[in-house]
């Protein structure tokens, strides 16, 4: 494991609430990437702010959109996705938090990505579009430990077989989300999402690659994230995703994460 990420860059606890505010001016994490440094006078830093605006004021719409603007060396790409089960309105929120905070967090880089719970939004002067990306990634693991899990793997197992099944269904968009009964008292919550502009085999790979972490990295925990820059995977003990199930007994406390961000 040591090897693998020998490029960790740092780790913290923290807290998460039940459900994840999508107005927070909080992200997940962000890669601000410091072989791309740029100065106020290049025309990339204006062309960034162009992508950005078009991303915030269009994405919103249908939660999704690829853009790019410039020309030569100077060309900027830019992609925002929304959580595909999110409202319109919060899919907006959390984008024009996304617009704000980059380039707060990411002021000098021309390549930089930010995740949220809600969306998640990247630019670069190198073009992606299409492109299976798990260079950057950021997971959130759950300290916990369930009670019995050569049979909650198992199961987890066959729940991410069905939704990432799902999500590279064209009409899906990317998109799949389920639940299993554990017990009758005990559920288990797991969504997957690819990038739009993924073909069906490329979001396939970047799901499989995602979902392979669970054995070494997520194993038996309670609950872990995985997020990449073209695709995103999550399970948990709790409800988590949209239409919200409500009557679920499962208890909805936060729990202890550990965040481990790399590049």
């Given at each position: 494991?040591?090897?693998?990420?020998?490029?960790?860059?740092?780790?913290?606890?923290?807290?998460?609430?039940?459900?994840?505010?999508?107005?927070?001016?909080?992200?997940l994490?962000?890669?601000?990437?410091?072989?791309?440094?740029?100065?106020?006078?290049?025309?990339?830093?204006?062309?960034?702010?162009?992508v950005?605006?078009?991303?915030?004021?269009?994405?919103p719409s249908?939660?999704?959109?690829?853009?790019?603007?410039g020309?030569?060396?100077?060309?900027v790409?830019?992609?925002?996705?929304?959580?595909?089960?999110?409202s319109?309105?919060?899919?907006?929120?959390?984008?024009?938090?996304?617009?704000?905070?980059?380039?707060?967090?990411?002021?000098?880089?021309?390549?930089?990505?930010?995740?949220?719970?809600?969306?998640?939004?990247?630019?670069?002067d190198?073009?992606?579009?299409?492109?299976?990306?798990?260079?950057?990634?950021i997971?959130?693991?759950?300290v916990?430990?369930?009670t019995?899990?050569?049979?909650?793997?198992?199961?987890l197992?066959?729940?991410?077989?069905?939704?990432?099944?799902?999500?590279?269904v064209?009409?899906?968009?990317?998109?799949?989300?389920?639940?299993t009964?554990?017990?009758?008292?005990?559920?288990?919550?797991?969504?997957?999402q690819?990038?739009?502009?993924?073909?069906?085999?490329?979001c396939?790979?970047?799901?499989?690659?995602?979902?392979?972490?669970?054995?070494?990295?997520?194993?038996?925990?309670?609950?872990?994230?995985?997020?990449?820059?073209?695709?995103?995977?999550?399970?948990?003990?709790?409800?988590?995703?949209?239409p919200?199930?409500?009557?679920?007994s499962?208890?909805?406390?936060?729990?202890?994460?550990?965040?481990?961000?790399?590049?």
């Amino acid at each position: 494991m040591t090897s693998l990420f020998n490029l960790l860059l740092f780790f913290f606890f923290l807290v998460l609430p039940f459900v994840s505010n999508a107005q927070s001016d909080d992200p997940l994490g962000q890669f601000c990437n410091q072989d791309t440094v740029i100065s106020k006078a290049s025309p990339i830093w204006s062309n960034i702010d162009h992508v950005l605006t078009e991303l915030v004021s269009k994405a919103p719409s249908t939660g999704f959109l690829t853009t790019s603007y410039g020309s030569g060396n100077d060309k900027v790409y830019g992609l925002a996705q929304c959580r595909g089960d999110v409202s319109q309105d919060d899919c907006s929120s959390c984008i024009q938090d996304a617009g704000k905070q980059i380039r707060q967090l990411c002021p000098d880089q021309a390549d930089a990505r930010i995740w949220y719970d809600y969306c998640f939004l990247r630019y670069d002067d190198k073009t992606f579009i299409g492109e299976v990306d798990t260079y950057s990634g950021i997971f959130y693991i759950n300290v916990e430990n369930v009670t019995d899990p050569e049979k909650f793997n198992k199961e987890l197992g066959r729940l991410m077989d069905r939704i990432e099944a799902d999500a590279v269904v064209p009409e899906n968009r990317g998109l799949g989300k389920s639940k299993t009964k554990l017990t009758p008292f005990i559920t288990l919550y797991a969504l997957v999402q690819c990038t739009r502009d993924l073909p069906k085999l490329s979001c396939a790979q970047c799901l499989a690659i995602a979902v392979g972490n669970f054995p070494g990295i997520c194993n038996s925990r309670k609950g872990c994230r995985v997020l990449y820059s073209s695709c995103y995977v999550r399970y948990e003990l709790y409800p988590f995703f949209f239409p919200l199930d409500r009557n679920d007994s499962n208890i909805a406390s936060g729990q202890t994460i550990k965040k481990l961000v790399y590049p």
